[in-house]
């Protein structure tokens, strides 16, 4: 091979490789947790299978309110950290850490909304030993809710060093990390709340 | 056509209200089932493709997030449609 050829084999693979949002460990730990989550989503489809009636009347239990607002939240925080990773490649600064910011306080009011659906549920009497539906919900959503907080913390600290400034147009792939992480945070409750607030 | 990601929130924000209004309504007939699997594999691709902004990324980290929901969603609405034969299939 010629070094012209080689030399415009490597230009024609270089946006490719440029073209991947944060790096092979973020993506590795991506996929790791859709697993996990997808794990979850069968067990709770098998033992469902073997518990049809109880599965069934356990949705209308819930406080759809609370899932509702939770999911309108999740969408509207992935909108927003899209944004601040727009306003980073634009080297907006101040923009970015203004979006970052309003991504973190989704996250603050989806925690906020969850604890109030926990107290509500204790107020109806729901607990995680209720039954085989109820134990499996507060699994999934806790377990979810432990994922927002490590996105929320997450996203403090590159925050912070957004402020400092240690990312601009040209190296921000911490913040893309904390970006993909986040929408994975959002992808994953997407299937988790019509699975157990809507279908049952 | 070209969603942009302001598009894009709209359209999740209009699936979500309306699975609610679903979920309010009371039990999930079989093609309730289908159409909000449906809507979940939409809301991942447009989180996928358009929020994420993978539409130009490298296949081999688009593909298996896409697969997710393309994969995911059919299984979960069979075992949903068909519990009698996921139980015969899972009974030891």
């Keep these: ?44 489809l098998v033992t469902r299978a073997h518990n049809t009636e109880l599965f069934a009347a356990g949705p209308a239990q819930l406080n759809i ?28 600064r101040r923009a970015c850490i203004r979006w970052l910011g309003l991504t973190i306080a989704c996250g603050a009011a989806y925690c906020g909304i969850k604890g109030w659906e926990y107290l509500w549920n204790e107020a109806q009497g729901i607990h995680a030993r209720s039954n085989l539906f109820f134990t499996l919900y507060y699994y999934l959503t806790f377990n979810h809710l432990l994922h927002v907080l490590v996105g ?13 400034g240690s990312y601009d147009a040209e190296d921000h792939e911490g913040l893309e990390n904390g970006a993909c992480y986040w929408h994975m945070i959002d992808l994953a409750w997407i299937i988790l709340f019509p699975l157990v607030y809507v279908m049952g | 056509m070209k969603i942009t990601d302001t598009n894009s929130w709209r359209l999740l924000i209009l699936i979500t209200l309306a699975s609610a209004l679903i979920a309010e309504t009371g039990g999930a007939t079989p093609g309730l089932i289908l159409l909000i699997c449906a809507a979940v ?6 989180v996928i493709d358009v929020l994420m902004a993978l539409r130009t990324s490298h296949r081999a980290i688009r593909a298996p997030m896409l697969a997710y929901f393309y994969v995911m969603m059919p299984l979960l609405a069979l075992g949903l449609l068909f519990p009698e034969w996921l139980e015969r299939l899972t009974t030891l």
């Excluded at chain 1, 030399?7 to 790791?32: C, F, K, N």
């Excluded at chain 1, 929320?152 to 400092?164: D, G, K, S």
């Excluded at chain 2, 594999?41 to 447009?46: D, S």
């Design chain 1, 1 to 44: 091979m010629s070094t012209a050829s080689l030399a415009t084999e490597i230009d024609s693979a270089a946006p490719r490789h440029r073209s991947v949002p944060g790096s092979i460990a973020v993506w590795v730990l991506i996929y790791a947790e859709l697993s996990e989550f997808a794990l979850f989503f069968l067990v709770y």
């Design chain 2, 41 to 46: 594999v939409l809301k991942g691709q447009l």
């Design chain 1, 65 to 92: 309110l609370a899932g509702t607002l939770n999911t309108l939240i999740l969408v509207s925080s992935s909108f927003c950290v899209a944004r601040a990773m727009k306003a980073i490649q634009r080297n907006e």
């Design chain 1, 152 to 164: 929320m913390a997450t996203l403090i600290w590159l925050t912070l060093r957004t402020w400092l």
